[in-house]
């Protein structure tokens, strides 16, 4: 079933997607860190440096479009590895997109991603609640739990009643009551 449904494919791309935008941010946050915006907001760190920029890997232009190559190859181009069901036009799209335009953006994969995470919010995910709820119940065990549940909830009336008919004393009969909310 998760063969024919590629639940997890969708997941898969829409977290490699998300990993595309750190990646695009992570660059952007590179390009001011190696060259700092001229004006009076840069005028407020005086040069100093800190020598971890030197330890940290920088990134370039070219992952941003092995990534965005890779997302295509692997998730939407027909007869991929891992090919997810989108719609031809968004396919199209992206794929017009990062290869003859040469896009790595984040809003390359926009709409994809929006198409990806309503098709997980409308199928699996209410069925993977379901599952998760409803899967460590059985038949068997349904119709154990409410024999028991009954035959507690009868035998806590009708002993509190008989102790009430014959005459017994308030503190006594308050013992018969735990067997009432234990049934629920």
Known sequence: MRDREHAVDYLDFWIDVAQHETLCRQYAQDLLRRDPPEGPLAEGDN?????????RRFFAKSDLQNSAMKLLYTYLLRGSERHIALPPSITDEVSKAIEQEGRD????????????????ERDSYPRFLQHQALGNIVLANIKIRMTVGLLSTLGGFWASFM?????????????????IPTAF
Do not use: H, T
């Open 105 to 120: 953006d984040p809003g390359v994969f926009a709409q994809a991603k929006e198409y990806v995470l309503q098709a997980m």
């Open 47 to 55: 040069g100093n440096a800190s020598n971890d920029s030197e330890s």
């Open 163 to 179: 102790l009430a008919i014959l005459g017994y004393s308030r503190p006594v009969r308050c013992w018969v009551r735990p067997p």
